[in-house]
């Protein structure tokens, strides 16, 4: 093996807004995949639902576009 430490691949430094905004999606991204642990948890300690309890698809697609809606544009 070798004495030597791994190289690491030059990265471009990002501005402070770039850096903010990259930090904000993460933030967003880890509260979706909290929301999701939560409820596989959930889940797995009572079982499903009854479908009685649950949205209409349509109804759910329909406020989920509403809500994108509502959002301001973002640039990819």
Do not use: C
């Not at 791994?6 to 990259?22: F, G, H, I, K, T």
């Not at 989920?64 to 544009?73: C, D, I, N, T, Y």
Request: proline content about 8%; charged content about 30%; glycine content about 4%.
């Amino acid at each position: 093996m070798s004495e030597q430490p791994a190289l690491v691949p030059d990265r471009q430094p990002l501005d402070e807004y770039a850096a903010a905004s990259v930090r904000a999606y993460a933030a967003d991204q880890r509260a979706k995949v909290d929301v999701l642990a939560s409820v596989l948890e959930d889940i797995a300690a009572h079982g499903y639902p009854s479908p009685e309890t649950g949205v209409l698809w349509e109804e759910a697609r329909d406020a989920h576009l509403e809500r994108l809606a509502g959002e301001q544009p973002r640039v990819a």
